[in-house]
């Protein structure tokens, strides 16, 4: 059975707190499953290294390379974490498994790491109330207008041709200080503190937005539940009918920055505690070191997602808004500890700027 697990994007701040939560878990079926992270450096794998597991390097547009790994550590379950952008390099895991499911005999299942922008009016999607159980047919028509949208689509499409069973995860804005060996920040709160420690200010944007969010700890919970049901061949929905929103609760933007600004203030990292307004995107842009025309889809959308599908996760999230805003100092001490993120998300969004 499926139970040597590959984790993509290991070094990442997701990925990595998956490899974390895994390996610590007390689940009976999940702890007996086998860990292989995938890295992008030799520096991140002699960083996850002193985990016990097997860390490959692994070059994951390198489609050869990425087959003869599925098949040399007989992996049946792929969790995906490094690109929701990159079409080709979730293509090369389903064709990977695809080819393993063959020589083995034995279902084999990608878990792909999607993103609420996809779902966001702000990249296109249509305004309203959208349900994770009905996602598919709307995304497949709006494929070719953002890439995150446009890999879910083809994964789905290629597992199915190819036998493969997919599940789409949803991530939110992901907040909480991460557990892996590498990235342990997320990118939209710690980007912001970050700018809001530079400029000693916390600044808004005019439209007081509702976001939907989830802790760290309760999105890699997410991942397990998924596992053990795949373990336990519990059937779950899959492929076109497989999303799963990890939305756990919501915050409007306005009360979450009200809070940050009485914390900065109180511990000398803001001037005051007044929340002014950004002048405009530029300067928001600028300050928060982002390109500008990220700025809206980072900061300015919201999404109506309902999360409908985790009912059959018996997924049930710990951390609410209220946990949140209490907690706001653990955000505050996890980019003071940790700097400036190491996510590679902003770098992207700038290459995808150049054009
Ligand atoms: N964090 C959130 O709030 C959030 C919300 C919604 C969706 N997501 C999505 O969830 C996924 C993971 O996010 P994250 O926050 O964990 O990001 P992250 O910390 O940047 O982790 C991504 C990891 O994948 C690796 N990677 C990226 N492109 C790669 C490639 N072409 N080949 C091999 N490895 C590659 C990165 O390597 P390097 O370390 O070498 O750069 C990094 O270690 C992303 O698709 C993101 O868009 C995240």
């Avoid at 929701?84 to 499911?101: M, S, W």
């Avoid at 992901?174 to 709160?189: A, D, I």
């Avoid at 710990?318 to 500890?337: P, S, T």
Wanted: hydrophobic residues 45%.
């Amino acid at each position: 059975m499926g139970s040597n697990i590959l984790i993509t994007g290991a070094a990442g701040y997701i990925g990595g707190s998956i490899v974390a939560h895994f390996l610590a878990t007390t689940n009976n079926v999940v702890k007996k499953a086998n860990i292989i992270a995938a890295v992008r450096t030799e520096e991140q794998a002699t960083a996850l290294s002193k985990l016990g597991i097997i860390v490959l390097v692994l070059d994951l547009t390198d489609e050869s390379a990425v087959l003869e790994s599925v098949l040399r550590h007989n992996v049946g379950i792929v969790i995906h974490t490094a690109s929701g952008l990159n079409t080709e390099i979730a293509l090369h895991l389903v064709t990977a498994l695809a080819k393993r499911k063959e020589v083995s005999k034995q279902e084999t299942y990608i878990i792909h790491t999607s993103g609420e922008s996809a779902f966001s009016a702000s990249t296109g999607w249509p305004q309203g109330e959208t349900q994770d159980t009905s996602l598919f047919e709307k995304e497949k028509e709006l494929a070719d207008s953002y890439p995150v949208r446009k890999t879910d689509v083809a994964v789905i499409e290629r597992a199915k041709a190819t036998g493969v069973t997919s599940f789409v995860v949803i991530p939110p804005m992901v907040y909480g200080k991460g557990s892996g060996q590498w990235n342990q920040l997320s990118v939209l709160l710690p980007v912001y503190i970050q700018g809001c420690f530079s400029s000693k200010s916390v600044r808004k944007f005019p439209n007081n937005i509702t976001v939907s969010a989830v802790h760290i700890s309760d999105m890699t919970a997410l991942y397990e539940k998924m596992v053990e049901k795949i373990l336990l061949k519990e059937p779950i929905p899959d492929g076109e009918k497989g999303y799963y929103s990890a939305k756990a609760h919501e915050v409007q933007w306005w009360e979450l920055l009200t809070r940050l600004a009485v914390r900065l203030e109180a511990r000398g990292l803001a001037a005051d505690s007044t929340v002014r307004l950004w002048s405009d995107d530029k300067a928001a842009a600028k300050v928060l070191g982002v390109p500008e025309q990220f700025v809206s889809i980072l900061w300015k959308s919201t999404s109506s997602m309902v999360p409908v599908n985790k009912r059959y996760l018996g997924w049930e999230p710990v951390w609410n808004k209220e946990r949140l805003l209490a907690n706001i100092d653990e955000e505050i001490d996890a980019v003071l500890e940790l700097g400036e993120a190491k996510s590679s998300l902003i770098s992207s969004l700038f290459e995808v700027a150049k054009g």
